[in-house]
C-alpha cells in the first residue's frame, strides 16, 4: 500500500487537496469518487520515486517536529503498537501536512517489508545518519522504544540550546544596529546643520571638527551607496561561502580569533561528543558512531581532524588517543573518553563529556555577552562624546577670541 496526494473537487465545486492510502493510483481515485470528490492530480508519495526528484524527497521538517513526532512513536512503540500502526497514527495526529507525507510515505515503505531504519534512510533530509543508525541499532536490539525516546530527548536538548543561543544574541544585535543607525543618523541629518553655523567664521577649526565634517559630508554624500555596498557584500560572502576553500579559510580564521575560537571549538566537540554518546548507548558500534558523528562538526577543520582521528581508530587505535592528535578535545573529555573504554561505559563517558562542554559552552556564551553589552555601550557613549567636543570645541575657540 502506497501514500498519495490529491487534488480534487467536491461537489459544489471547492478544491480539496489531501492524502489518501491505496494500492494503486487507480484505487485511489475510486476511494475519492467514492467519498464524492472529482479527482484531478494524484502523485504517489512511496519513497520509490526518490530518484525521480519526488518533492517530498527534497523538504525537511523543522526539529520540534521531529522531535515531538519520534516521542509519539516511542510511545506507541512501547505500548505494543506495530511500527506501520504507530507511523499511521502519528501521521494523523501531526497538523503538519509536510510531516504527514513523509511519515505516510515512509509507511507504505514499511508495508513493502523493508525495515523502518531502511525507510527512514530514503528520506535524508529528514531523517539524518545518527537518526538512521541509531533506529537500526534500536531494531537489533529490541529497543527500539528506547532509542526513539533518547533521540527525542537529544533533538529537544539541542533545540533549546539553540533557542537560547539566539534570544541571548537578540539584544547584543539589537544594540549594535540601533548604535550604527544612532551614529549614522547623527552624521548625516544632525552635524551637518550644526556645522553650519561655522561655516562663515573667519578661523581655522579644530582638527577633531575638520574630522568630523569629513566624515559627515561622507556619510551624507555616500550613505545609500555604503548601505547597498554592505548589502552587496552580504550577498556575496554567502554566495562565496559555499566554495569549499571559502569555507575552510573562513574556519581558518575563525579557530585563530581569541575567545570565538574557544566558542569554535566548543560548541563543534561538543555537538561530536553528544552525537557519539547517542549512537554509542543506543548499541551502535563505537567506529561506525564516531563515523557518523564527524558529520555534524561544522568547522572544516575540525571536521577534517576528528576524520583522521576515526581513520586512525579502524587501524587500530584507541578514540582517546585519536581524538588527543587533533589537538582540539579537551583535556577533561578526553580523560573521560578514556576512562570509557577502559571500563567499557563508552556512552555514559560521552554523554558525562558533552554535559560538560555543553554547560562550559553555555557559561561562556553569557561571559561573552556580559563583555560586549557594556563595551558597545562605553563604544557608543566614546563615539557621542567626540561628535560633542568636535562640535563644542570650535565654541570655545570663539568664546577665547571674544575675551
Request: with cysteine; net charge neutral; glycine share 6%.
Amino acid at each position: 500500500m502506497a501514500a498519495f496526494e490529491y487534488i480534487a473537487f467536491d461537489a459544489k465545486g471547492a478544491r480539496k487537496k489531501g492524502l489518501i492510502e491505496a494500492d494503486t493510483a487507480k484505487q485511489a481515485r475510486q476511494q475519492l469518487r467514492g467519498l464524492g470528490l472529482s479527482p484531478v492530480e494524484i502523485e504517489v508519495l512511496s519513497s520509490q520515486q526518490q530518484d525521480s526528484g519526488n518533492k517530498v524527497q527534497r523538504d525537511k521538517i523543522s526539529v520540534p517536529v521531529l522531535s515531538l513526532i519520534t516521542r509519539q512513536l516511542a510511545t506507541l512503540i512501547s505500548a505494543g503498537q506495530p511500527v506501520e500502526a504507530a507511523l499511521y497514527a502519528v501521521s494523523q495526529q501531526t497538523t503538519k501536512n509536510q510531516a504527514k507525507k513523509v511519515l505516510l510515505a515512509v509507511r507504505a515503505r514499511v508495508l513493502e517489508g523493508y525495515a523502518l531504519s531502511d525507510a527512514l534512510r530514503d528520506f535524508p533530509r529528514v531523517f539524518d545518519a545518527m537518526y538512521c543508525a541509531s533506529v537500526h541499532a534500536g531494531e537489533q536490539s529490541g529497543l527500539l522504544d528506547v532509542v526513539m525516546e533518547r533521540l527525542a530527548d537529544f533533538m529537544e536538548s539541542r533545540q533549546s540550546l539553540q533557542q537560547k543561543t539566539r534570544l541571548a544574541m537578540i539584544y547584543p544585535i539589537l544594540l549594535t544596529v540601533v548604535s550604527l543607525l544612532l551614529v549614522s543618523g547623527l552624521l548625516t541629518f544632525v552635524v551637518p546643520q550644526i556645522i553650519q553655523v561655522f561655516e562663515g567664521f573667519d578661523q581655522e577649526l579644530p582638527i577633531l571638527t575638520q574630522w568630523l565634517i569629513i566624515i559627515s559630508d561622507f556619510f551624507k554624500t555616500h550613505g545609500l551607496s555604503v548601505i547597498i555596498g554592505v548589502i552587496a557584500a552580504s550577498v556575496a560572502y554567502g554566495q562565496l561561502l559555499k566554495l569549499s576553500w571559502a569555507r575552510a579559510l573562513r574556519d581558518r580564521i575563525l579557530l585563530k580569533l581569541p575567545l570565538i575560537s574557544y566558542l569554535v571549538r566548543l560548541s563543534n566537540t561538543s555537538r561530536f561528543t553528544r552525537t557519539m554518546s547517542i549512537l554509542v548507548s543506543s548499541g551502535v558500534p563505537a567506529l561506525d558512531a564516531m563515523n557518523i558523528s564527524t558529520e555534524v562538526v561544522t568547522n572544516s577543520l575540525i571536521h577534517k581532524s576528528v576524520v583522521k582521528a576515526a581513520e586512525s581508530v579502524r587501524e587500530g587505535g584507541s578514540i582517546a588517543e585519536s581524538l588527543t592528535r587533533t589537538g582540539y578535545f579537551s583535556p577533561l573529555v578526553l580523560q573521560l573518553i578514556d576512562n570509557g573504554e577502559a571500563s567499557g561505559k563508552l556512552g555514559e563517558m560521552l554523554e558525562r563529556s558533552a554535559k560538560a562542554e555543553e554547560s562550559e559552552f553555555k557559561g561562556v556564551t553569557a561571559l561573552f555577552l556580559g563583555i560586549f553589552e557594556p563595551a558597545m555601550i562605553l563604544l557608543m557613549g566614546v563615539v557621542v562624546l567626540v561628535i560633542v567636543l568636535a562640535i563644542l570645541l570650535p565654541i570655545f575657540d570663539m568664546n577665547d577670541l571674544v575675551q
